[in-house]
């Protein structure tokens, strides 16, 4: 069983601040998937990586694929209340079946 | 264009009765997965379909759990006998390929409370 680890379980921060969130497994994924999950909504895609040691950045956002393709960070830079929300890693291999770590929830005070 | 939609948004029932719940997908997209969601948690895959098809069903926990999808598009969950543990949210996905390096829509989902 493929299991995604995700570290810190909740964050809470005041604006401005920079934040890291991980998540770790054993396991060697063809595509790591992030996303944020508001209250009462589903899942909304963030970013999907799938080269061993990629770095994507979104505005503030910026998501790192490790080399072994086994864990991934997302880093927020300068946070802002409108960041607070779960924010979920997904593991992919082979066709469309995602496995999810438990998330983080952030919480950005202002 | 519209996303996702689930209904109910919410359903409250008793222990032992069957519930449905409905999934409407975003149009023409052929992939659809089901998901649970407990608190805490993150989602927890249940089913996936490719058309009518289910491609993978190894997510349903027991066979109380069924999910159909006729024509292609509608799906609906069943879960028979309920049980207090099956108190979650239920989500929906769908996705215009099979690869998972497609994007998956969500739509809101449906909570369940089992009493």
């Known amino acids: 069983t493929q299991l995604l680890e995700q570290s810190p379980q909740f964050l809470s921060i005041q604006e401005g601040e920079n934040l890291t969130v991980y998540c770790n497994s054993s396991s060697v994924f063809s595509s790591l998937q992030w996303y944020r999950q508001e209250p009462g909504e589903g899942p909304v895609l963030l970013v999907t990586v799938v080269t061993g040691g990629e770095v994507k950045k979104l505005k503030r956002l910026t998501f790192q694929f490790g080399d072994a393709r086994k864990d991934s960070s997302l880093h927020i830079t300068a946070a802002q209340p409108g960041d607070t929300g779960l924010y979920l890693c997904?593991?992919?291999?082979?066709?469309?079946?995602?496995?999810f770590g438990k998330g983080t929830m952030l919480l950005v005070s202002p | 264009g519209a996303g996702v939609s689930q209904t109910p948004s919410n359903k409250v029932t008793e222990k032992g009765k069957y519930v449905e719940l409905r999934c409407d997908p975003i149009?023409?997209?052929?992939?659809l997965y089901w998901y649970r969601q407990s608190l805490g948690q993150g989602p927890e895959f249940l089913i996936y379909?490719?058309?009518?098809?289910?491609?993978?069903d190894s997510g349903l926990p027991n066979d109380r759990f069924f999910a159909v999808r006729p024509e292609g598009s509608v799906s609906t969950l069943k879960i028979q006998r309920t049980e207090r543990g099956d108190s979650a949210v239920y989500l929906c996905a769908s996705s215009l390929g099979t690869s998972n390096m497609n994007e998956q829509f969500f739509g809101p989902g449906t909570r369940l409370t089992v009493l």
């Open positions: 997904a593991g992919g291999s082979g066709y469309s079946t995602l496995t």
């Open positions: 149009s023409g997209h052929t992939a």
């Open positions: 379909f490719q058309g009518t098809g289910a491609a993978d």
